[in-house]
């Protein structure tokens, strides 16, 4: 088992509780959200760190990395918050490679969780100050759903921050000489995140360009 507390209480090691075999057959991938090649990642997000600065993500913030895939931010994030993440993937490997990668960078996470995200209220111990969606909720079949997962989740006045690609077409965004991220018709206007998410119980806080190709919403849970 990794080394995992929460205060003084040790929490269990959540990641491939199965050996590597997901434990629950419902739990489905969402359509598009097959994590990146690193190569053409790396060249798209160089500063992932300033990224996490920009979304809101506070030194003190407790912060759960919804669906962390290969732990390209979790690992900055960590270090950002001193190892106050609780990092989620539905995918075993993908939870090696980020432990790997936490570890990589000298830093560690509260708890490691494999299962799906819309499970999420039933998996934390305690409520969070910030959950972070990167590149993942335009593949979100039910995003109504999964934002009143996610605010059961926060703790009062928590924030939700969704990264994500911007609507232009596939061809136009472009990375290292190829087009890039989910499908044209899959992607999604900011105003597009607010109309769901706004009426799931929470207010925009800030909607931020990541240049390129992204942009950055956040959202804060209302009582
Ligand atoms: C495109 S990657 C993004 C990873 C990371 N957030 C980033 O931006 O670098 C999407 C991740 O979501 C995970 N995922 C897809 N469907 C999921 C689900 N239903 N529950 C939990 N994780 C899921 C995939 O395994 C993959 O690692």
Same mark, same amino acid.
């Given at each position: 088992?990794?080394?995992?507390?929460?205060?003084a209480?040790p929490?269990?090691?959540l990641?491939?509780?199965?050996?590597g075999?997901l434990s629950?057959?419902?739990?489905?991938?969402?359509?598009?959200?097959?994590?990146?090649?690193?190569?053409w990642?790396v060249?798209?997000?160089?500063d992932?760190a300033?990224?996490?600065r920009?979304?809101g993500?506070?030194p003190?913030?407790?912060v759960?990395?919804l669906?962390c895939g290969?732990?390209?931010?979790?690992?900055?994030l960590?270090?950002?918050?001193?190892?106050?993440?609780y %990092?989620?993937?539905l995918d075993?490997?993908?939870l090696k490679q980020?432990?790997?990668?936490?570890?990589?960078?000298?830093? #560690?996470t509260?708890q490691?969780?494999?299962?799906? %995200?819309?499970?999420?209220s039933?998996?934390?111990?305690?409520p969070?100050?910030?959950?972070?969606?990167?590149?993942t909720?335009?593949g979100?079949?039910?995003?109504t759903?999964?934002?009143r997962a996610v605010?059961?989740?926060?703790?009062?006045q928590?924030?939700f921050?969704i990264?994500?690609w911007l609507p232009?077409? @596939?061809?136009e965004?472009?990375?290292l000489?190829?087009?890039?991220?989910? @499908?044209?018709?899959?992607?999604?206007?900011?105003d597009?995140?607010?109309?769901v998410?706004?009426p799931?119980?929470?207010r925009?806080? @800030?909607?931020?360009?990541? #240049?390129?190709?992204h942009?950055?919403?956040?959202?804060? %849970?209302?009582?």
């Amino acid at each position: 088992m990794l080394g995992i507390t929460l205060g003084a209480l040790p929490l269990p090691d959540l990641g491939c509780p199965c050996g590597g075999r997901l434990s629950d057959p419902m739990s489905t991938r969402f359509p598009a959200t097959t994590m990146p090649d690193r190569d053409w990642w790396v060249a798209l997000w160089p500063d992932p760190a300033s990224v996490l600065r920009q979304l809101g993500i506070q030194p003190d913030m407790t912060v759960l990395d919804l669906c962390c895939g290969d732990g390209y931010f979790t690992a900055p994030l960590a270090k950002r918050v001193g190892g106050k993440v609780y %990092a989620l993937d539905l995918d075993p490997e993908m939870l090696k490679q980020a432990k790997a990668e936490v570890a990589r960078q000298g830093v #560690s996470t509260r708890q490691w969780i494999c299962a799906d %995200a819309r499970k999420i209220s039933e998996l934390l111990p305690e409520p969070v100050d910030y959950a972070l969606m990167a590149n993942t909720f335009h593949g979100v079949p039910d995003q109504t759903g999964l934002a009143r997962a996610v605010r059961t989740a926060l703790r009062r006045q928590g924030l939700f921050g969704i990264v994500n690609w911007l609507p232009l077409q @596939r061809e136009e965004t472009t990375v290292l000489g190829k087009p890039r991220g989910p @499908r044209t018709e899959m992607r999604m206007s900011s105003d597009a995140v607010r109309a769901v998410i706004e009426p799931s119980g929470y207010r925009t806080v @800030r909607i931020i360009n990541l #240049s390129p190709y992204h942009y950055g919403a956040v959202f804060e %849970a209302v009582p």
